[in-house]
C-alpha cells in the first residue's frame, strides 16, 4: 500500500479548558482531492494548523508526506503549498514583484504556471497587490501557491467569500493540480456545492470529533430519508439505531437515518396504516443531518401564537 499523504493519530488540541479537536485519527491517501467538512467553530482550521506543524498538538501526531509535523524538513516544505482563506498579500508590491519575491524561496518554482494563472484571473502583474479586490487577491494567492508546483495543496477554506466567476476559477485550478500524477489536495470548505463537484473523499467534523470519513458516494448512500405518512396523528416509533433527525407533523414524520438496516425497515412498515416513502438527499442535506441537533424537531415557529 502507498503511504498516505497525511495521517493523523489520536490528534487532539485544548485551547484552555475547551477541546476544539478530539482524537482525530485521519488518512488522506495520496492522489485524491479530500474534503474537510465541518460547521463553523468544529476545528477545520485548528486540524490543518497542526497538520502543517505550524500549532502544537495537545497530545497525538500528524505526519505528512511521511514526516513528523513537528520535525518537517525545509525541501518537504517546498513540495506543499498552503492558502488560508484570508488570501494575505504584501500590498506595497505589485504583482509581478510578489512572485519573484516567492520565488526565490522554492527551487521548482514555475513561472509558467504563475502567469497562467494570473491571466485566467485577469489580473494585470504592474498592479499592486491592495488595489485588488478579494477576489482578485484570492486568485493572486492561488498563483503564489500553485507555482511552486506542489505535491500537496493544502486550502483552508479558499472559496469563502468569493463571488462564483472567481469560486469556479479555483475549483477549475484545483481539478487541474490533481490531474497529475502523485498530486494531493485537502480543502475545508462552507461550499458544499463545490465539495460535491471536484472532492473524491470526505471527512466531517462536528464539535471537533470525527463523525464520518469515506467516499462521497458512500456517505450519500448511507444517509436515507424516509417519510411516514399515517390516516390518524402518527404513532410513538420503535427505537431506531443510527437516527440523525426526526420532524413530526399531524400526519407525517420524517425520518433522516444513517445506516439503514432491513431490520429497522421492518420494524417501520410494521406500523399501523403507514405508507412509506423514500426520498433522495443530497451532500448538503445529508450533512445538516449529520452535524445538526439530532432527535426529534418541530418546525421552530409552530405553536407560535400569532401577534394581535
Known sequence: MPEDAIRTEGLTRYFGARCVVSDLNLAVPKGVIFGLLG?????KTTTLRMILGLLEPTRGSARILGYSSDRIPAEVRARIGYLTESHPA????????CGKF???FYPTWNEDIFQAVLKHFALEPRRKARDL????????????????????????DPALGLDPVARRSLLESMLYVTRREGRTILFSSHVLSDVERVADQIAI??????????????FRSRVRRLVLRFGTSPPSLPDIPGLLHCHRTEREVALTIANLTPDIQKSLEALPSVQITTTPLDLEEAFISY???RGERTFFLQGMKESS
Not at 460547521?39 to 476545528?43: I, K, M
Not at 464539535?207 to 458512500?218: F, H, P
Open 39 to 43: 460547521r463553523n467553530g468544529c476545528g
Open 90 to 97: 504584501t500590498g506595497w508590491m505589485s504583482l509581478r514583484e
Open 102 to 104: 516567492q520565488a526565490a
Open 133 to 156: 479586490s478579494r477576489g482578485e487577491r484570492a486568485g493572486l494567492c492561488l498563483a503564489l501557491t500553485l507555482s511552486p508546483d506542489p505535491e500537496l495543496l493544502i486550502l483552508d
Open 205 to 218: 467534523l462536528d464539535r471537533g470529533v470525527l463523525r464520518a470519513t469515506c467516499s462521497l458516494e458512500v
Open 291 to 293: 452535524v445538526g441537533e
